[in-house]
């Protein structure tokens, strides 16, 4: 299995969690220049930019430590453009970043892993 197809299976398995828990899904793998989000949903009125992060153990970092800070401005980047691209910003709406972690077979989400700030 590719690393694209097996990427692709972890952010469906995600998303099916992700909706479990009440969040509607808007799109997936948004790319701009500089960088992509794996998921955007909503939770409410919150926009909500999802990092989907594998790995196999934890022998090098869990996956949650892998979304580095540059991931994360890569991250807020294209979520700035995508937002604008709909005429909002980080101003005025309401926006989270979360990260779904799997580690071997634990998932592990955290709601508002970092933010714009």
């Known amino acids: 299995m590719s690393q ?9 398995k ?3 969690y992700l909706e479990r828990q009440g969040l509607t899904f808007i799109a997936a793998n948004v790319a701009v220049r500089g960088g ?8 409410g009125q919150t926009w909500v930019f999802i990092e989907v992060r594998y790995r196999r153990s934890a022998a090098f970092g869990d996956a ?3 979304v580095t800070y540059r991931k994360q401005q890569r991250l807020l980047h294209v979520a ?4 604008a691209g709909r005429g909002a910003s ?3 709406s309401s926006c989270r970043f979360d ?5 071997g077979n634990q998932l592990e989400w955290i709601p508002n892993a970092f933010n714009a700030d």
């Open 64 to 66: 949650a430590a892998s």
């Open 4 to 12: 694209r197809a097996k990427g692709a299976g972890y952010e469906a």
């Open 14 to 16: 995600a998303r099916y």
């Open 90 to 92: 980080f101003d005025t």
């Open 80 to 83: 700035a453009v995508w937002l």
């Open 99 to 103: 990260v779904l972690a799997i580690t």
């Open 36 to 43: 992509e989000i794996d998921l955007i949903m909503r939770d």
